[in-house]
């Protein structure tokens, strides 16, 4: 994995969840990347300053804040709509499995790594409609997962567990139900929990080019190891409401909003220390042009509230329910999932 995009999404976990993190970047030249700095036109500290700064662009260490609140805004929302059907036509139970997509758009610029703004999710779910005992207007939900999970070249875990009581605030039509059915508005509400826990052995590469004054430029590597341990757990509260209407008994769709408070942690421990390789422009030799290592380190505590919209839709076959859902966070992100359900 690129050493870029691996610093790059641990930070933005640490600094998207509103805490105080420090980023250090810190240039050493060798001797040839002293000569290097002549051949590129630049004295030694120039050329330390633009490695610096070549860095700090690619890491994004100059905007934690910004960029990296992508990274943790897209892992926090990877749950959502994961563990409840939005049209619930069923009587009885269902079970299955959906996979979510969820990415933070608002770190997804021209040239920066759009992985860094992505995160997966897959849980199993379950649902109970109360109807035998005597409560129709009601359905329990409960989901989870573990897994193993790597992010490029992060390795680690991924657990999410969760708990969704429906509401039927208004009982479905039952007018010409083979042709159109509306089955009422859902209230919906629940706990949700996940943790992620990476971390990192491999050495972790990044190339770039580095132009000079005179018109000559370099092929840069660099190439860190060194220490990476990210962990966050956050719990979610989602209250939601939504409706559904099926037509010609085949197709579902649905539409609704809700509001999200949570809360969380999230610490981080990085530092990384890399050698740099340079293309001589005179013979085009690869010479060791010094070390950059990047530290970082912080905890912190997730945003309290956040706000979402969905939209999806269902295909129902006999006992089987293919859906297709998306989810959005105005101006921050959006998450894709699919989902399988079989009607016990």
């Known amino acids: 994995m690129r050493l870029a995009l691996a610093l790059a999404a641990a930070l933005a976990v640490v600094a998207a969840l509103a805490a105080p993190a420090r980023a250090d970047v810190d240039i050493t030249l060798s001797p040839d990347g002293e000569a290097l700095a002549t051949e590129l036109g630049l004295d030694p500290a120039t050329l330390e300053t633009r490695l610096q700064a070549k860095i700090d662009d690619l890491y994004d260490a100059a905007n934690v804040?910004?960029?990296?609140?992508?990274?943790?805004?897209?892992t926090s929302f990877?749950?959502?709509?994961?563990?409840?059907?939005?049209?619930?036509?069923?009587?009885?139970?269902?079970?299955?499995?959906t996979a979510n997509l969820a990415a933070a758009v608002d770190g997804l610029e021209e040239?920066?790594?759009?992985?860094?703004?992505?995160a997966p999710n897959l849980s199993l779910v379950g649902g109970l409609n109360l109807g035998r005992w005597g409560h129709p207007e009601l359905t329990l939900y409960g989901n989870g997962f573990y897994r193993g999970a790597s992010f490029d070249q992060l390795e680690g875990?991924?657990?999410?567990?969760g708990v969704h009581a429906q509401y039927h605030l208004w009982p479905a039509s039952d007018t010409s139900p083979l042709v159109f059915q509306w089955s009422g508005l859902h209230l919906t509400g629940g706990v949700e929990w996940s943790r992620w826990s990476f971390s990192a052995g491999d050495s972790l590469t990044r190339d770039f080019t580095l132009a000079g004054d005179n018109g000559v430029s370099t092929d840069v590597t660099a190439a860190g190891v060194g220490r990476f341990d990210l962990n966050a757990t956050s719990t979610v509260v989602p209250l939601e409401a939504t409706t559904s209407v099926r037509i010609l008994y085949f197709a579902s769709a649905y539409v609704g909003?809700?509001?999200?408070?949570?809360?969380?942690?999230?610490?981080?421990?990085?530092a990384i220390t890399g050698q740099m390789a340079g293309v001589r422009p005179s013979d085009g030799a690869t010479v060791d042009i010094g070390t950059a290592s990047v530290t970082a380190r912080g905890d912190g505590r997730p945003s309290r509230v956040a706000y979402h919209a969905l939209?999806?839709?269902?295909?129902?076959l006999w006992r089987i329910k293919l859906v297709v859902q998306g989810s959005f966070v105005p101006f921050d992100g959006a998450t894709v999932g699919l989902g399988l359900r079989v009607r016990l």
């Open 78 to 97: 990877a749950s959502r709509g994961t563990g409840v059907d939005y049209a619930p036509v069923f009587d009885g139970a269902e079970v299955g499995i």
């Open 157 to 161: 875990s991924i657990t999410n567990a």
């Open 65 to 74: 804040a910004g960029f990296l609140r992508a990274f943790a805004n897209a």
């Open 311 to 316: 939209v999806g839709a269902e295909a129902n």
């Open 257 to 270: 909003g809700g509001v999200d408070f949570q809360v969380g942690s999230a610490d981080a421990d990085i």
């Open 111 to 118: 040239g920066q790594d759009p992985a860094a703004g992505l």
